[in-house]
């Protein structure tokens, strides 16, 4: 039977470079004549496409996103002649959850229209936050009243799945301006809403301001996640993920197969791919990638096939994202690995108020969600810590009295620690 497979295409080109960002993608401002460069761009990713066809003979792809970067700088016209390419290889069904990531005020209805004609069925736009100074200090080109327009022009272009992305932890965001951006995001009816933390990445604009008393700290920043978490579940938006929330049936398949460890394949400088547990990722470098495809050489820069106890771990990572969580049945039936030292963290979690046990899955509160990047860390310590017991006991009792110090005496870190940031369309892994 024909397996289920993911498209990521990544679209490495923005108007201009905001103030927070790391992602691979090159500003207008420093490419000269990006309009050639971007035809150029397009025509590698479709010559790739068509090389990489016979590899998924035996999958059916299900879902297809285009990253950035900013897709919708790119162009409809661009981005349509790259969904054709994927729809001739004859793999793509028909009922395929089809993202674009878009940004306000950098697309037209009637691109728009275009896009839906051509089978696109979900936009993902980035909002960022309602307050229109804070949108310019971000370096951000729209403005809040631009963003509502488009979500009004993206539905009258006929589409009826939309996400929006907003981030908490701002510079000057105070928790009125924040309960205020959520109200109002929440109140222009999405199906999806993912919210992230602000991360301030060394090489952005703002990492010289990351001491600032201007960027409300992790208490704050804490108290705007939850508040978010609260304030979304009341307007009817389900929390399914760390930063995500959809209304039913609305969760993004997409994004899911990361989450879930299913297999995806990714085009474009720094697209990573995972198909049948090895993985493997391209060179972060557009004109590079164009010369190399275009020459039909290789250009993978890592690859690695998982050992079983790795891809354990990537269990325990990526679906404790998830609030669908992990199930010890689930593990040992995939893995044939016992998780004791696992579950008695977990069951200290609980007592903390930090995970919970229903219908026989293990899964973390808002107040894990928040502090998940160090209970993964322990959780993962654990897990190398039962793998060594087993084979080198000695070596046990030494880790067993390390960790015993370090457990539990941890001040739970506010939600500017979890990368929150997104995992796709940037698909980018933890
Ligand atoms: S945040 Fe998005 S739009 Fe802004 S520079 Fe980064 S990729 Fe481009």
């Known amino acids: 039977m024909d397996k289920k497979i993911g498209v990521y295409v990544h679209i490495p080109f923005c108007k201009s470079r905001c103030a927070y960002c790391n992602f691979y993608s090159l500003p207008s401002s420093s490419v000269a004549g990006g309009g050639k460069l971007m035809s150029a761009y397009k025509a590698a990713v479709i010559k790739h496409i068509a090389e990489y066809s016979a590899q998924l003979d035996g999958y059916l ?10 897709p919708s700088h790119f162009g409809a016209s661009r981005l349509v002649d790259i969904l054709d390419a994927l729809k001739k290889s004859g793999h793509v069904l028909l009922d395929s959850e089809i993202t674009a990531e878009i940004n306000p005020a950098s697309i037209t209805k009637d691109e728009m229209i275009r896009l839906r004609r051509a089978g696109f069925n979900r936009l993902s736009i980035g909002v960022q936050c309602a307050d229109n100074t804070t949108l310019h200090n971000l370096g951000r080109t ?7 327009k488009t979500i009004k022009d993206a539905r009258a272009a006929g589409f009826k ?14 928790a009125e301006t924040w309960a205020q951006t959520i109200q109002k995001i929440a109140s222009l009816k999405a199906e999806h809403i993912s919210c992230y933390s602000l991360k301030i990445e060394e090489g952005t604009e703002l990492y010289a301001f990351k001491d600032s008393p201007f960027i409300p700290d992790d208490d704050t920043a804490a108290n705007m996640y939850l508040y978010a978490v609260d304030m ?5 938006y389900k929390q399914y993920e760390i930063s995500n929330f959809a209304r039913r049936g609305f969760e993004s398949k997409h994004n899911m197969k990361y989450w879930l460890g299913e297999d995806y394949i990714g085009f474009g400088p720094g697209a990573h791919s995972c198909i049948d547990q090895s993985r493997y990722s391209f060179t972060e470098d557009v ?5 190399q495809v275009g020459l039909g050489r290789r250009i993978v820069e890592h690859d690695e096939d998982m050992s079983d106890f790795e891809n354990a771990g990537e269990y325990l990572m990526l679906r404790l994202r998830t609030t669908h969580g992990i199930s010890e049945k689930e593990y040992y039936d995939i893995y044939r690995l016992k998780m004791d030292l696992v579950l008695n963290l977990l069951r200290k979690y609980e007592e903390n108020g930090w995970a919970v046990f229903k219908d026989g899955r293990w899964r973390f509160t808002p ?3 928040m502090i998940s990047n160090v209970l993964i860390g322990e959780l993962l310590e654990a897990q190398t810590k039962q793998r060594t017991q087993i084979s080198k006991p000695w070596q046990a009792q030494q880790a067993d009295e390390d960790t015993q110090l370090t457990l539990f005496d941890k001040r739970p ?18």
């Open 287 to 291: 004109n590079a990638y164009i010369e």
């Open 61 to 70: 792809i299900d879902t297809i996103y285009f990253g950035g970067g900013t």
């Open 142 to 148: 729209h403005t809040y009243e631009e963003s509502v």
């Open 232 to 236: 979304l579940s009341r307007f009817g």
């Open 367 to 369: 107040k894990g969600f």
């Open 161 to 174: 799945n939309l996400s929006v992305d907003v981030v908490y932890g701002l510079p000057s965001q105070t």
């Open 413 to 430: 870190v506010a939600a500017g620690l979890f990368s929150g940031r997104r995992l796709v369309g940037h698909n980018k892994l933890l």
